[in-house]
């Protein structure tokens, strides 16, 4: 059964930083592309960036370019994002998912259907 556990949100202030974890259990680690996706209030979802299977190469949308650092440790079975400089614009509850097609894990507004599974996501709030 296929699990990715979340954690690491929370409330900061403007130009703070927070690290997410996404914790996977219940398949092969290195499969599947791994991405993280976000919602903001009354708002479709965005994909924010996406590491591949090997942990090699990296993608971001221009949003977060340069702010967020994505990784993944597999022998923690674990992805990362790092967030730096972050603005009210970035308040969201973030999302893991995972796909075994790039081309679903690069896609600016994907949908529920687009990944294998997803997390139940992590909410992060920024305040000005």
């Known amino acids: 059964q296929v699990q990715l556990v979340e954690s690491g949100g929370g409330l900061v202030q403007s130009g703070g930083s927070l690290r997410l974890s996404c914790a996977a259990t219940?398949?092969?680690?290195?499969?599947?592309?791994m991405a993280w996706v976000r919602q903001a209030p009354g708002k479709g979802l965005e994909w924010v960036s996406t590491?591949?299977?090997?942990?090699?190469?990296?993608y971001y949308a221009d949003s977060v370019k340069g702010r967020f650092a994505i990784s993944r440790d597999t022998a923690k079975n674990t992805l990362y994002l790092q967030m730096n400089n972050l603005g009210p614009e970035d308040t969201a509850k973030y999302y893991c998912?995972?796909?075994?097609?790039?081309?679903?894990?690069?896609?600016?507004?994907?949908?529920?259907?687009?990944?294998?599974?997803w997390g139940r996501g992590t909410q992060v709030t920024i305040s000005a």
């Open positions: 219940g398949f092969t680690f290195n499969d599947y592309y």
């Open positions: 590491i591949d299977k090997d942990g090699r190469d990296f």
């Open positions: 998912a995972i796909t075994q097609r790039l081309t679903v894990a690069t896609m600016p507004e994907p949908l529920l259907s687009d990944y294998d599974y």
